[in-house]
């Protein structure tokens, strides 16, 4: 028997698992020979080395800190601890590269399983080749930057929400706290998102489960979640005195509120402005933040001091400031922008199914309740980056659920658009 009759000799449910499981399996392979056609000096050239520099760190025993100074807490350290364990602190591309293409393949994976629970197989089929094929992942969840970990992180924590919030288990309870604090430890943005989903499993659910089982799922992603962070959040505290998931948020939120934000952000890349900030700061400035120096918290409350500052001088300024900043997250053309080819192409893939992605919401709009979590995502992050600031890859990890919705709308309407083509009507030839 041919492969294709074996195919079909196949029960419904193991030809979704094998077509998912290919596409999947080509997923990888195209983000493998995509990066590998870049090279490995390009790779290393255009990069955040900051996080290799931790990996290195961490990898010849010295700890998390930067070379030369005592331990940080100054950013959250999963990502840089995926590379040292991936990489074990040499400039390995072929290593970096084959794990984070199987990362990336994986939020394929969830984008599959996250789909099926909400829309059924095809979508899931849909939306999985979508990701798949997504110009966005298929190039940047392979560099040097947190974005592929978080956004598969992220994805795979929401769809354990929902089977969470579904069946109620206590194993698939703890997994959700569990991939919530990873997620946080790659990005502590999300912090806010996982506080909403521990609330949201204790809401009633169409099931008319009981309140207390409501309420002890919810208890065990806390605990899980709790367990997650609690090492770092240990951590942090013998280093800054404080439980906090780092103290780069003062000099974010002065970094997106200051006279230098939008000298060069969104069109080029918000380091740019920040340098300008900080370049800004007048001699007394300088004075103040010298002494405070060895104490990576008081710097931080410094900063924030100085942005919370500039935002209530001008409330008005600072509205229209986050209208911007948001409009570059979600806009059509990337933040920050590349060549003309890139940014055409990326706009090509995006603005369609930014398209289709809010009919389907609009469409699925009675099914509010069951998409409390999608929406929270979308009004956190906004309003973060109101707070901050935001590029393109900052809003990748929501992309995914775009591609989901607007895989629902394809799967609903091409079968009516295909039944009204004259060429489907028409009839055969004797």
């Known amino acids: 028997m041919s492969i294709a009759g074996r195919f079909a000799a196949l029960s419904t449910g193991s030809r979704f698992r094998w077509a998912i499981a290919g596409i999947v399996l080509f997923a990888f392979v195209l983000r493998v020979g995509a990066r590998a056609a870049g090279g490995a000096a390009g790779f290393w050239a255009n990069s955040y080395y900051l996080f290799f520099t931790l990996a290195q760190q961490l990898a010849s025993g010295h700890g998390y800190a930067f070379p030369g100074f005592a331990p940080t807490a100054f950013r959250v350290p999963f990502y840089p601890i995926f590379i040292a364990a ?65 956004t598969f992180l992220a994805t795979l924590a929401m769809a354990l929400v929902v089977a969470t919030q579904r069946r109620r288990g206590f194993v698939v309870a703890l997994l959700t706290g569990l991939m919530l604090g990873l997620a946080i430890l790659t990005r502590a943005t999300l912090m806010p998102f996982a506080v909403f989903a521990v609330v949201w499993l204790i809401l009633p659910d169409g099931a008319g489960t009981a309140l207390r089982r409501r309420a002890l ?64 700061l007048t001699p007394a400035d300088r004075m103040q933040l010298r002494p405070l120096r060895g104490n990576e918290a008081a710097v931080s409350d410094w900063y924030l001091q100085r942005g919370l500052t500039y935002i209530v001088a001008d409330p008005g ?96 309407f091409l079968p009516k658009i295909r039944a009204a083509l004259p060429s489907a009507r028409a009839p055969h030839p004797a």
């Open 86 to 150: 991936v990489t074990q602190g040499r400039q390995d591309f072929w290593a970096l590269l084959i794990a984070q293409a199987l990362v990336s393949a994986g939020t394929v994976a969830c984008v599959a399983w996250l789909a099926q629970l909400w829309f059924g197989r095809a979508v899931a089929i849909v939306a999985a080749g979508i990701a798949a094929l997504y110009p966005y992942y298929l190039w940047h969840d392979t560099a040097l930057q947190e974005t592929g970990l978080f």
């Open 317 to 412: 300024r600072f509205v229209v400031g986050a209208i911007r900043k948001n409009l570059a997250a979600f806009g059509v053309l990337p933040s920050p922008r590349h060549d003309w080819k890139t940014d055409g192409l990326v706009a090509l893939a995006y603005g369609p199914m930014l398209l289709l992605g809010l009919v389907g919401m609009w469409r699925t709009r009675w099914r509010w309740r069951e998409f409390l979590p999608v929406y929270a995502n979308f009004v956190l992050f906004a309003g973060i980056t109101g707070v901050l600031w935001g590029h393109s890859s900052h809003r990748a990890f929501l992309d995914v659920y775009f591609i989901i919705f607007a895989a629902s709308v394809l799967v609903a």
């Open 217 to 280: 799922t919810a208890a065990l992603c806390f605990l899980a979640l709790g367990a997650t962070l609690s090492p770092w959040l240990i951590r942090a505290q013998q280093i800054t005195g404080r439980y906090t998931l780092g103290t780069e948020f003062g000099a974010a939120v002065f970094g997106g509120n200051n006279a230098a934000t939008f000298r060069f952000y969104p069109r080029q890349s918000i380091d740019l402005s920040r340098h300008a900030g900080f370049r800004a």
